[in-house]
């Protein structure tokens, strides 16, 4: 059972840059896609970014492409997302998420796609 634990999230100004983290137990994560979905209240969970277990393959969804920058470190068993320039559309929980396959370079931007998930780390941003 992989478990995942985010960091880094808070109360933060529009057009201010942030980091989250996401750290895992299991040293198998290593193999593993890895995404970060967000989700508001009253909303459904949305997809943010995702990246291949090598690092060669990232996807961004629409509202923070450009902004947004997703990126591993196996030897640390952690992802990252980098947020810049925020905006008031960015506050939710964000959620990390593990595929659970081994080796796995096809990335998805579904929730379907991946077996494990984290607790989440509030982001807030105000205006």
């Known amino acids: 059972q992989v478990q995942l634990v985010e960091s880094g999230g808070g109360l933060v100004q529009a057009g201010a840059s942030l980091r989250l983290s996401c750290a895992a137990s299991e040293p198998a994560f290593k193999t593993y896609a890895l995404a970060w979905f967000r989700q508001a209240p009253e909303k459904e969970r949305e997809f943010v970014a995702a990246i291949s277990y090598n690092g060669g393959k990232t996807i961004y969804g629409d509202s923070v492409d450009g902004r947004f920058t997703i990126s591993r470190n196996n030897a640390k068993n952690t992802v990252y997302l980098e947020m810049n320039s925020v905006k008031p559309e960015d506050t939710a929980v964000y959620y990390c998420?593990?595929?659970?396959?081994?080796?796995?370079?096809?990335?998805?931007?579904?929730?379907?796609?991946?077996?494990?998930w984290g607790q989440g780390t509030q982001v807030t941003v105000s205006s």
């Open positions: 998420a593990a595929d659970g396959i081994e080796s796995s370079i096809v990335v998805f931007p579904y929730t379907m796609g991946y077996q494990y």
